[in-house]
């Protein structure tokens, strides 16, 4: 299986800063990798695919990068309703698997 | 738009079996080629692909978990359904249904989720 690790695990910031989580997959995955948003009680929802390409509806603050084996999720300034969970996952190869997620919080 | 609901038991006794249902609204669950999957999340850990079901009729499993899974599709209830046996405090977790998004297997992601149901295994 590949593994997916995210760094950090916790990440704590204040409106308008410009945030990074990286997640690094244990072999080259191409760009097949996704982003995901999650916040409590409510359903996940993608917001990059292909690395870097930003789903319909998705704030432009969000960005994705990376290829191969290291890859980034940028807010560029971060938003109220950007306090969440952040989980990649790759799509490679069987079985699909996820980072163990990032959560963003109020500092 | 479409949206999707698990429903189920809240609590299971171990060794026993977990049936789950996803309900699909917006859309039939047999149009188009989409593939329909299971994900879960343990109490603070990250997310677990437990399967998938293909409209064609293909199922594929997690290996860590394909030999107590079923995955099957209720066209007449526009419903997916999970079966999960022998099971242990380890499957405890918040069960997500979701479709498949993207291009030839593998290069799949999901969009949409359903909000999750969760499951304690304990007795």
């Known amino acids: 299986d590949i593994q997916m690790t995210q760094s950090p695990s916790t990440l704590s910031a204040s409106v308008g800063d410009r945030v990074t989580i990286t997640c690094r997959a244990s072999q080259t995955i191409n760009s097949w990798l996704a982003w995901y948003q999650q916040k409590p009680g409510k359903a996940p929802k993608v917001l990059i695919y292909?690395?870097?390409t930003l789903d319909s509806g998705v704030p432009s603050r969000f960005s994705g990068s990376g290829s191969g084996p290291e890859f980034t999720l940028t807010i560029s300034s971060l938003q109220p309703d950007d306090f969440a969970t952040y989980s990649c996952?790759?799509?490679?190869?069987?079985?699909?698997?996820f980072g163990q997620g990032t959560k963003v919080e109020i500092k | 738009q479409l949206q999707l609901q698990e429903s189920g038991p809240g609590l299971v006794q171990p060794s026993e079996t977990l049936s789950l249902a996803c309900s699909v609204s917006?859309?039939?669950?047999?149009?188009?080629?989409?593939?329909w999957g299971w994900i879960r999340q343990p109490p603070g850990k990250g997310l677990e692909w437990i399967g998938s079901f293909y409209y064609g009729g293909t199922t594929y499993y997690n290996p860590s978990l394909e030999s107590r899974v079923t995955i099957s599709l209720d066209t007449s209830k526009n419903q997916l359904s999970l079966k999960l046996n022998s099971l242990t405090a380890a499957d405890t977790a918040v069960y997500f249904c979701a479709r498949g998004e993207g291009y030839q297997l593998p290069h799949i992601w999901f969009d949409p989720w359903g909000q999750g149901t969760l499951v304690t295994v304990s007795s």
């Open positions: 996952q790759q799509y490679e190869s069987f079985p699909w698997t």
């Open positions: 292909d690395a870097s």
């Open positions: 917006g859309d039939s669950i047999s149009s188009g080629s989409y593939h």
